[in-house]
């Protein structure tokens, strides 16, 4: 029988993902039991993925030198959650619960087949819809996005709202009268999910 190990595939995640799983394997390893001892201390984790959001925030004004700091912080994070992650393989001795209990990804676990379901109602002011999603076990973020209900066959482009860590989000600033559909995917360590079966809602 094959040893389980730890996946390395967040490597691959986009840099607004990785931030936030970076963020959830630190909270899953503080005060765990399994993993007394870091490699990397989990101060020096933190800073790092702050220092990967900063650079990440200010590379958007699309200078050659802020994008530079970008990828140099992505690569120093990268290597603290690579070599974290072979510091929980190591512990584990592959055991998968363990291994788990970290936020890291088994190499035998199966990829999960949840699809988000969600839920919109109007909010408390003229312009606003609360959309809602329950909470789905190793899923750390969700992605919500809207557009607005085709007219007269033409479909209108999806549009990316934000992304969260909270299973609610409240969105504003819409079209009264108009109906919307809305969506939401989850964020596992395996990847995004597919996005729920839309909701429709006329905004009031």
Partial sequence: M???KVLLNFL???IA???LFYRSIISNLTGNAYFLVPSVSLEV???AVDALEAASVAAKDGSHLNISIRNDAEKAADEIFRNLASYVEFIALGDETTIISSGFTASQQPTPTYKPVLSATHGAHSGN???ATPKALRTYAYIWRMRKVSVNGIENPWITITTTTQTTYE?????PGVEYEF???GVTPEGITEFCQSVTLIVI
Avoid at 171 to 175: A, P, R, S, Y
């Fill in 45 to 47: 984790a933190t800073a």
């Fill in 12 to 14: 691959t995640l986009s």
């Fill in 17 to 19: 993902i990785k931030i």
């Fill in 183 to 185: 969506e939401v995917a």
């Fill in 2 to 4: 094959k040893r389980i």
């Fill in 129 to 131: 819809v609360k959309l």
């Fill in 171 to 175: 969105v504003t600033g819409l079209e």
